[in-house]
Nanobody, 125 residues
Framework: QVQLVESGGGLVQTGGSLRLSCAAS????????MGWFRQAPGKEREFVAA????????GYADSVKGRFTISRAIAKNTVYLQMNSLKPEDTAVYYC??????????????????WGQGTQVTVSS
């Protein structure tokens, strides 16, 4: 079992930066692949970034590639999403997700069994 708590959301101007954190509880955190998803009002939840359990593999949505960076600190049971050059279209509730992994990461909502409660990110123009 893994419980996830996101933090770090807020209001930022276009071009600004935020760092989201996802704190995980559970002794087997190191064996879980982790992902970040987002959901804007009236839209489906979409993939943002993911990282394998070892941190050796990462993946990004085309819309955030080059601007966002996912990382994990296994000793702290925490996954981060560094978001730079933010745009108004990045406005959404951001969710952290976890799934037992085998060295790979996952990019689809249905592939994750554990979710956090979400944190709001608002980018003003």
């Amino acid at each position: 079992q893994v419980q996830l708590v996101e933090s770090g959301g807020g209001l930022v101007q276009t071009g600004g930066s935020l760092r989201l954190s996802c704190a995980a509880s559970g002794r087997t955190f190191s064996s879980y692949a982790m992902g970040w998803f987002r959901q804007a009002p009236g839209k489906e939840r979409e993939f943002v970034a993911a990282i394998s359990w070892s941190g050796g593999s990462t993946g990004y949505a085309d819309s955030v590639k080059g601007r966002f960076t996912i990382s994990r600190a296994i000793a702290k049971n925490t996954v981060y999403l560094q978001m730079n050059s933010l745009k108004p279209e990045d406005t959404a509730v951001y969710y952290c997700a976890a799934q037992p992994g085998s060295g790979r990461y996952y990019t689809r909502v249905i592939e994750y069994g554990y979710w956090g409660q979400g944190t709001q990110v608002t980018v003003s123009s």
